[in-house]
Nanobody, 115 residues
Framework: QVQLVESGGGLVQPGGSLRLSCAAS????????MAWYRQVPGKQREWVAT???????NYADFVKGRFTISRDNAKKAVYLQMNSLKSEDAAVYFC?????????WGNGTLVTVSL
């Protein structure tokens, strides 16, 4: 059974940092690209970053220079290091495995950015 479990969300002050983790199971993790998305209630889910199976990375313009996506194939995990957080970064962050046409999603982890 393919499963993705995100963790690491929480409350952080503007300018602060968080590291999100996504633990994968049930598939050959090293063979697939992975991505992070985020969603604010009432808005569409938006793409944040992607890491290919070869560890090439790509970022949405609004996080370039602040967020870093990485993966550890031995641990079957993908990470999102978020620095210099802004209030507009507050959202539920989702991990996605690029499997098949629709991919596989985790349930998300909430990031709140507030004083």
């Amino acid at each position: 059974q393919v499963q993705l479990v995100e963790s690491g969300g929480g409350l952080v002050q503007p300018g602060g940092s968080l590291r999100l983790s996504c633990a994968a199971s049930g598939f050959m993790f090293s063979m697939y690209g992975m991505a992070w998305y985020r969603q604010v209630p009432g808005k569409q889910r938006e793409w944040v970053a992607t890491i290919t199976r070869g560890s090439s990375t790509n970022y949405a313009d609004f996080v370039k220079g602040r967020f870093t996506i990485s993966r550890d194939n031995a641990k079957k995990a993908v990470y999102l290091q978020m620095n210099s957080l802004k209030s507009e970064d507050a959202a539920v962050y989702f991990c996605k495995a690029e499997i098949g046409f629709q991919g596989v999603w985790g349930n998300g982890t909430l990031v709140t950015v507030s004083l």
